[in-house]
């Protein structure tokens, strides 16, 4: 399953899938790049994070995949289980402008058994 | 556990109440943060302190009062809330001010 972000506030895939988590940004001088899981009634929790000179980076059972061009960030989670139902968040640092994480909308993912 | 603890959990307030929301650090980070979370909106950021001197206040109103004593601890002092600030209230520390934050469990707060 893939969600478009913004656009697509939730995503629903089935236990086992590979799940796509995308999440466009607006500006080209963003450095550094985190993706965070919420689960319901907790804080953000740190999954993997990228810099602006990588294009891909890979933990464990997720990628995240960077493409600079279109200013485009996803996260690929592989045979996605129940415990991933969550929401996600991408957020971004820009350096020269304080280093503040700027946080996207996130994407609720909802792992059907 | 992400080394960042908040209490209480969980608070419920009047308008003419005074409160204050705790957080603590275990990692030995110098910077902490104060994170607003509303129901589907992204999280917005209040307060930075780095090595205990506020940075950054995010146009935030006099009702919401941070207080950082040491690079562990960080507070938000509350009184005559309104029931639109019925939110998650969010800790995060980080290594420095541009390095990934980790966040605390957060703290539910409703006002009557």
């Known amino acids: 399953g893939e969600s478009v972000g913004l656009h697509l506030p939730t995503l629903s895939v089935q236990e086992g899938d590979n799940s796509i988590i995308n999440c466009a940004y607006s500006n080209s001088a963003s450095d550094y790049f985190i993706w965070y899981k919420q689960e319901s009634g907790k804080g953000p929790q740190f999954i993997i994070d990228i810099r602006s000179n990588m294009d891909k980076r890979q933990g464990q059972r997720v990628t995240v995949l960077l493409n600079k061009t279109v200013k485009h960030l996803s996260l690929q989670i592989a045979a996605t289980q129940p415990g991933d139902s969550a929401v996600y968040f991408c957020a971004e640092i820009i350096y020269n402008q304080g280093g503040k994480l700027i946080f996207g909308q996130g994407t609720e993912l909802s792992v059907k058994p | 556990e992400t080394g960042v603890t908040q209490t209480p959990r969980h608070l419920v307030m009047g308008m003419t109440n005074k409160k204050s929301l705790k957080c603590e650090q275990h990692?030995?980070?110098?910077?902490m943060y104060w994170y607003k979370q509303s129901a589907k909106k992204p999280l917005e950021l209040m307060f930075v302190y780095n090595f205990k001197e506020q940075t950054e206040n995010n146009s935030v109103p006099s009702r919401f009062s941070p207080e950082c004593p040491n690079s562990s601890h960080l507070f938000l002092h509350l009184h005559t809330l309104q029931p639109e600030d019925s939110a998650l209230y969010l800790c995060?520390?980080?290594?420095?001010?541009?390095?990934?934050?980790?966040f605390g469990p957060g703290t539910r707060l409703t006002v009557l």
């Open positions: 995060a520390s980080s290594r420095g001010t541009q390095d990934t934050q980790y």
């Open positions: 990692l030995g980070h110098n910077a």
